[in-house]
């Protein structure tokens, strides 16, 4: 003990160690506010049956090379508890049994209907054009899309969705997690994670910019307003977050955040597989309205900013203890609500091991970031 207290005796604090904790501490009160702010307002929604209950849903699957897929979980979007819907899938030009399972299955179920789409005539189509014609065979108004690779994890995940239809909201934002394992899986959840925690935080705070795929829902309606994806048909992405940039506003756009209604996604299998699709999605980021992609901006910006003072402040500090103390004082907060938020949104993988992930991450961002922004196309 009395060697503790001889070395904290010996403690100084040099105008250089202030300069650093001034700094350091501005970096870290802006980046809570925004972590708080958007994150920290992410939490279970409550459904509102009230409006939506005689309501009728098309739900709109797209399907490539999906018959494995479809033969195992086609039942659980056909067995939704909701009153009336209809599913319509559209077989994305597969080279497998994935149109033959459509037409047999049809035959046993009235509410699925299906758009075949033939390889042979239909060349780069891509994912909008699928959605384009899903869309228009679908009969009625309220349209909540999702992939023939998804699950939903319970029969009321149909219900919730069309719960956020109420006090005029015309498009719905759901929770989709990535199952991953191992490290490549602490990754994705991470990134996943703060994707999530984005569109769903910003979207509470009337922000609205996108949402997923995998788990969306919009009428007829405002998807005509805007002439569907015309606006950014040449883009071979952006079906979720460049569409709803097109029509969301701080008004008509509601998220819904329960575990009944979420839509469980496999996350990708390998490397190569994740940087496929983490290049594609940071590539379509180009075409964001400025004012978003600044804002999205802002924390990735700000955690480098802090990981870089803190190491040239470990270097040039009277102790070791004035940077630790920083980095405790930002991150365990921070920690904390992550795990909370990680376990609600069930991407819990990289939660114990946050502040590695947020130190490899702020470089790492950087470098796929400079690789995705050079790159001049991209393959769906």
Not at 235 to 259: E, W
Not at 350 to 372: K, Q
């Amino acid at each position: 003990m009395e060697i503790v207290t001889a070395y904290f005796d010996q403690l100084i604090f040099s105008s250089i160690d202030a300069l650093f904790a001034i700094s350091l501490g501005l970096v870290w009160i802006i980046s809570a506010i925004y972590f708080f702010y958007y994150f920290g307002s992410v939490r279970i929604t409550q459904s509102k049956e009230s409006n939506t209950k005689h309501q009728p849903a098309s739900i709109v699957i797209c399907a490539r090379d999906a018959s494995l897929h479809l033969e195992k979980h086609l039942e659980d979007w056909l067995n939704q508890d909701y009153p009336e819907f209809e599913v319509v899938v559209v077989d994305d030009c597969s080279a497998d049994e994935t149109a033959y399972l459509l037409v047999t299955e049809s035959k046993k179920h009235p509410r699925l209907k299906y758009v075949l789409m033939d390889p042979a005539v239909i060349k780069n189509g891509g994912k909008k054009l699928a959605l384009t014609l899903g869309i228009k065979k679908a009969q009625y108004e309220h349209l909540v899309l999702t992939d023939a690779d998804c699950i939903p994890r319970s029969d009321q995940w149909l219900k919730n969705m069309m719960s956020g239809f109420t006090d005029g909201k015309s498009i719905v934002l759901g929770v989709s997690p990535l199952q991953s394992k191992g490290v490549l899986g602490g990754l994705v959840h991470y990134e996943n994670m703060f994707t999530a925690l984005n569109y769903l935080g910003m979207a509470i705070r009337k922000q609205p910019y996108m949402g997923v795929g995998r788990s969306l829902a919009y009428t007829k309606s405002i998807y005509n307003s805007v002439g569907g994806f015309s606006a950014h048909h040449h883009i071979p992405a952006g079906d979720d977050d460049l569409f709803v940039q097109s029509v969301a506003t701080n008004s008509n756009t509601a998220v819904v955040i329960n575990p009944e209604a979420y839509i469980d996604s496999l996350g990708p299998k390998n490397f190569q597989a994740y940087w496929r699709q983490r290049m594609r999605h940071l590539w379509v980021g180009k075409f964001y309205k400025s004012g978003i992609s600044f804002k999205l901006a802002i924390l990735p910006f700000l955690n480098l900013l802090f990981w870089i003072g803190v190491m040239a402040f470990y270097f040039f500090s009277s102790s070791w203890l004035y940077p630790t103390g920083l980095i405790l004082l930002k991150f365990l907060p921070e920690w904390i609500l992550f795990v909370k938020k990680s376990t609600l949104l069930s991407m819990p993988i990289a939660a114990p091991f946050y502040p590695f992930w947020n130190l490899f991450h702020s470089f790492w961002y950087i470098f796929v970031g400079i690789r995705a922004f050079f790159k001049k196309r991209i393959i769906w």
